[in-house]
């Protein structure tokens, strides 16, 4: 990767997981062992509610470092089934909760990249925001694909978005679209400590919920 690691001409599909230690869960596990049969309706319920709301807490992690879009991270969310979201209550120790994720080396499309179509007979610098609050370019030699095809009327036609571009060597070809990092490199990297709060703060919030439901 080039810019400190930000972009990249490698197109490739990464992979990860984040296993989170509750903070409160021997507190949580001792409440729960005492609710018996009550604990174990809590303990499905939030298993159950939070699948839908841990990529909300993720993304909100995420994008309190990186300037990605939520499409990005809720695509590369794997769908919750059994195995990949889990919440493990043994003996007095709730063990925590475990999330998979997997996504390729983004373009920096989900990154607010501007210019979004190439100037015409002006010269133009790439820029996206990768790291929240820092507008990088994307380095010299990147340039921008040609939009796509006009209509009869003048008005273009639909197509894909426009991509930027590098050379690989110094003649015209081989070129590759640039990428940046990839979901799974930002939850692994410095934005885990941000995504593990937001889980922790969740879940405890959804756990007491349904410890609250179920003692009515």
Known sequence: MG????????QRIDTGSITVSLRRGKELAKRLNKMEDKGKTAIKRTTSDIKNRVPGWVSKGVRQYYGVDRDAIDEAAQKPSRGKLRINVTGVAVDGISIEYKGRTLTPLHFKMKPTERPARKKYVVKATIL?????SLGAGTFLGRGGKKNKDGSKSQSSPVLP????SDGKYPIKVVRTVSVPQMIDGRARGA??????????????????QAMK
């Not at 929240?132 to 990088?136: L, S």
Request: proline share 0%; net charge positive.
């Open 3 to 10: 810019k400190k690691n930000l972009t990249t001409l490698d």
């Open 132 to 136: 929240k609050g820092q507008r990088t």
């Open 165 to 168: 571009w590098q050379r690989e």
């Open 195 to 212: 995504v593990e709060e937001q889980i922790n703060n969740g879940v405890e919030k959804r756990f007491n919920h349904h410890i609250h």
